[in-house]
């Protein structure tokens, strides 16, 4: 016989863990079904742990407005919970006057976005830069005092214990391995959706599909669902620095058509990492994905990075972890917003879909929780 809960959500990261929150907190019955053994384990444990201002994405873009919106939710959130995370800001840097023009985009369109007051862009003159870091060699950079990074795994926690705290279940090493529409599902009454794990089987009204990787797999478990969009995968590799850090803020170059370039991000003790690149991937055989970082990229990075600094040492850099980007544009392929799918698009009442929920789902992970709690609270 088949368990009955209100609300399923599939995927224990980040943003699964922020829309259960959210859902929990406006009196929702809600599961969290993690295929994983931990929390946080899959996309949300391999990026930079930068918290993002909102500088890159088209105005009016769920992005934009879920960056600049989650961003400022993020702080709070931290700041109510004791997550550490500290907001050191960053220089995003033009190391060549073609570059110049770039620059005065991103600034126009943080603007756009509502990246103002005392969060604003700061343009920089070569001599203002050198005089926050000497070791910076461009042509002028833009300043963001709002950029930050966190501690990922303390946030994960965090998100999990309010979600748990305000009623929400979250039960590990739990896959969803299928599901569908229930016989006289898919709108009114309760019981409309099917959710299958490998230990049991439940009927739930509503059902967020914020499993990441294989969001496109689950949605298609779901019997009758269109509309389902392509899946790529952008692998970003990163290499640690050997040694002390000659930066306080975290450099970013002007970014580059699938990712932000090879940016030095700090960690919370201090540590300095380069990365990620974008290294186009697929699956293995086995559908896995592959993590480990090739040495020989090394040759790439010292490039990269000597076009800021150039003072980078042979032999400091070291292969240290990589990510998977879950991309819904190929390589070519102009960057496209974050997807969250409704009946409107599917067909089928009470499910959610979460694509393409890359950088800056991190970010954003509050916004898009409350997002997804409004629309199955209007019924959308």
Known sequence: MAQRVQTVVAGGGVVG??????????????????????????????????????????PGSLKAEA??????????????????YARCG????????????????????????????????????????RAREPALSCVGALFSPSTGIVDSHEL?????????????TVALSSPVVGGGVAPGGGGGGGGALRV???????????????????????????????AVPPQHYAKGNYFSLQGKTPFRHLIYPVPEQAGLGVHATLDLGGQCRFGPDVEWVEPRPCGSLDFDVDPSRAEMF??????????????????????????????????????VQTEREHGVKGLVN?????SPGLTSSLALGNLVASLLSSDV
């Open 354 to 358: 979460l694509y393409g929920i890359e």
């Open 17 to 58: 863990l922020a829309v259960a929150r959210a859902l929990a907190l406006r009196g929702r019955e809600v599961l969290v079904l993690e295929a994983q053994p931990h929390v946080g384990a899959g996309t949300s444990s391999r990026h930079s742990g930068v918290v993002h201002a909102g500088l890159y994405y088209p």
């Open 67 to 84: 960056c600049v919106a989650g961003r400022r939710a993020l702080y709070r959130f931290c700041d109510e919970h004791g997550v550490a």
């Open 302 to 339: 010292y490039a990269e990075v000597r076009k800021y600094w150039p003072g980078l040492p042979d032999g400091a850099l070291t292969p240290d972890y990589a990510g998977v980007r879950p991309k819904i544009q190929g390589p070519g392929e102009p960057s496209k917003d974050f997807m």
């Open 196 to 226: 299958a794990t490998p230990e049991l089987e439940l009927l739930c009204d509503e059902f967020v599909n914020c499993a990441g990787h294989g969001a496109q797999r689950l949605a298609r478990a779901i019997g009758g669902v269109r």
């Open 90 to 129: 960053k220089l995003v840097v033009a190391t060549e006057p073609s570059q110049l023009p770039a620059l005065r985009s991103i600034q126009r369109q943080a603007d756009a976005n509502s990246v103002c007051g005392a969060d604003a862009l700061q343009y920089l003159r070569p001599e203002e830069v």
């Open 156 to 168: 994960v926690l965090a998100l999990q214990g309010s979600a748990e705290a305000h009623g929400a």
